[in-house]
């Protein structure tokens, strides 16, 4: 067990999944979604945690607060799933938890998926260069190639995946505070359809 502490938050305990319940995954999954605590949700977030190379979870005061998992491949660290639950969001447990990722595989790039323009944000303030952005889209000439490396161990599209979620990921569309990042945001991904944003981005 180690510590992190973070302004706002306290003192925060951190570990390795070893010991994280099924049970307490899919509760802040439920949580962070917004979502019924289902069976299917639980098959879905105990196939995330097998698939994980390697993860965190986090409590504060005996609280449980969530998980984040990664997977790793050479220099690419790319998120496997990240679940906070709401009472912890806001704090910055995210981008420590990506900081503690890229030390331990020691990674020069960051990926991963999602429909959250506040997810979008926590990369593009880690990275030097981040993608995508609101002045140049998806093009990055200094991350294209890994662009395509994350977008093909994924098996989505190096953009924008149409519909890949099926539906909604959120029982609650996550918005931006920034109206601008919003309205940006929303002509990237179509929330209702299920859209897939690939976020890729240079430490």
Request: charged letters at 20%; aromatic letters at 14%; one cysteine or more.
């Amino acid at each position: 067990m180690q510590l992190l502490n973070l302004r706002g938050l306290g003192v925060v305990e951190y570990s390795s999944i070893g010991t994280l319940t099924l049970e307490n995954a899919t509760l802040a999954a439920a949580e962070g979604f917004i979502r019924p605590y289902t069976k299917d949700l639980k098959d879905d977030v105990d196939n995330h945690l097998r698939l994980a190379k390697f993860g965190f979870q986090f409590h504060c005061r005996g609280e449980f607060l969530g998980f984040t998992l990664f997977q790793y491949q050479e220099d690419l660290l790319m998120g496997a799933g990240m679940q906070i639950r709401p009472v912890a969001q806001g704090f910055g447990l995210v981008k420590q938890a990506i900081l503690l990722a890229k030390e331990r595989a020691n990674a020069k790039f960051l990926a991963y998926k999602t429909q959250n323009p506040r997810m979008w944000q926590v990369g593009e303030r880690l990275c030097s260069a981040w993608t995508p952005t609101l002045e140049y889209g998806f093009v990055n000439k200094d991350i294209n190639a890994v662009r395509n490396r994350a977008a093909e161990f994924y098996g989505v599209k190096p953009t924008v995946t149409s519909g890949f979620y099926g539906q909604a990921l959120y029982g609650k569309k996550p918005t931006h505070w920034d109206g601008q990042i919003q309205e940006w945001w929303d002509s990237v991904c179509n929330f209702e359809q299920g859209d897939s944003v690939l976020c890729v981005g240079k430490f």
